[in-house]
């Protein structure tokens, strides 16, 4: 490893040293400096020259100046004369701009993906992105980690034997029958309307969830609107109580209270993909920390990373049964 360079920036610098802790590399250090003018500049201060260089950087609240701070960090890099830039975007929040559902409205999800390119990015990765296809939107190879071996892992420990996993949404219930199928459980979703960013109702239920515990599966939660709603549906097609997993907790507005204090809701578990809440000592943090560490570690020794997933990736775990 001592070709490999780990800088993070200023959105989730304990995620970076967890991730430098499992490669058995130092965290380097960089600096970054906001002028008067609001204008933001980077400073790396280590030697990247002909080193493979990795940056590690959430797209996380405030979430503008966490992509510019990268996309600096990135031409510090390369004017460093780096032999590559690998970003590590644990959450990257653009995904959710992934379509032209309105007229003349902006895809957010692409833009940013060329913005890295012409920053120089040679390759991206990430985990957990809100709509698959946005893989298609980088120019650059991109490595698409999963959590969904390390939020089974947490269930495997408890008993199951009355259990059903939920999707809040038709567009996540591929998912979340990939996630059923490595805890063996049935799966069920809500049938869903986004009136605005804050904003859902949820029509109806998909599968027999009565009298059963529920495992709401859902890929991230920002304000928890769409939890709360699916909650109450749950309820009303007799649901005793649920837990509530998530790849990326960015519990944004009063989604902690809504969580909190929810009386169905008998436990949240999410990842450390964005920094956790500090009032929220309830809350189950997974690490995927050493999953970025291998994956970077395969990356450097020109390894196989889809294979790092065997046994744990939905696609590796037992096939489904085909009709003939």
């Not at 980077?42 to 996309?71: A, G, K, S």
């Not at 495997?156 to 999707?167: E, Y």
């Not at 904003?199 to 709401?216: E, L, Q, S």
């Amino acid at each position: 490893m001592s070709d490999i360079v780990v800088f993070s920036g200023s959105a989730h610098r304990k995620l970076a040293e967890e991730i430098c802790s499992n490669l058995g590399v130092a965290l380097s250090p960089s600096d970054t400096q906001r002028f008067s003018n609001d204008c933001l500049q980077v400073q790396l201060l280590d030697n990247c020259r002909q080193r493979d260089v990795y940056i590690v950087q959430p797209l996380v609240p405030p979430t503008q100046d966490h992509l510019m701070e990268l996309l600096l960090m990135v031409d510090a890099a390369r004017g460093a004369s780096a032999a590559s830039v690998t970003v590590v975007v644990p959450h990257y929040a653009y995904a959710r701009s992934d379509k032209k559902d309105a007229s003349r409205i902006s895809i957010g999800g692409k833009l940013v993906a060329d913005m890295m390119a012409t920053a120089g990015v040679n390759r991206v990765v990430t985990m957990t992105l809100h709509a698959p296809q946005v893989h298609g939107f980088f120019s650059m190879p991109v490595d698409h980690l999963t959590a969904l071996g390390e939020l089974a892992e947490h269930y495997r420990a408890q008993d199951l034997s009355n259990a059903i996993v939920v999707s809040p949404d038709f567009g996540n219930a591929k998912t979340a029958s990939q996630f059923a199928r490595l805890l063996g459980l049935p799966v069920a979703a809500g049938s869903k309307q986004r009136k605005a960013d804050d904003k859902v109702v949820i029509d109806t239920i998909v599968g027999d969830v009565a009298g059963k515990r529920a495992i709401v599966l859902d890929d991230e939660i920002a304000t928890g609107g769409s939890i709360i709603e699916l909650m109450d549906k749950l309820a009303e097609s007799g649901v005793t109580e649920a837990s509530v997993a998530c790849t990326h907790g960015l519990f944004a507005g009063k989604a902690v209270e809504r969580l909190r204090s929810h009386p169905a809701i008998t436990e949240v578990v999410t990842t450390d993909t964005v920094p956790a809440p500090a009032d929220w000592p309830e809350l189950t943090v997974r690490s995927v920390a050493p999953l970025f560490a291998e994956a970077i570690a395969r990356i450097h020794a020109g390894e196989s990373v889809s294979s790092l997933f065997d046994g744990v990736d939905p696609a590796h775990a037992p096939p489904q049964p085909k009709l003939f």
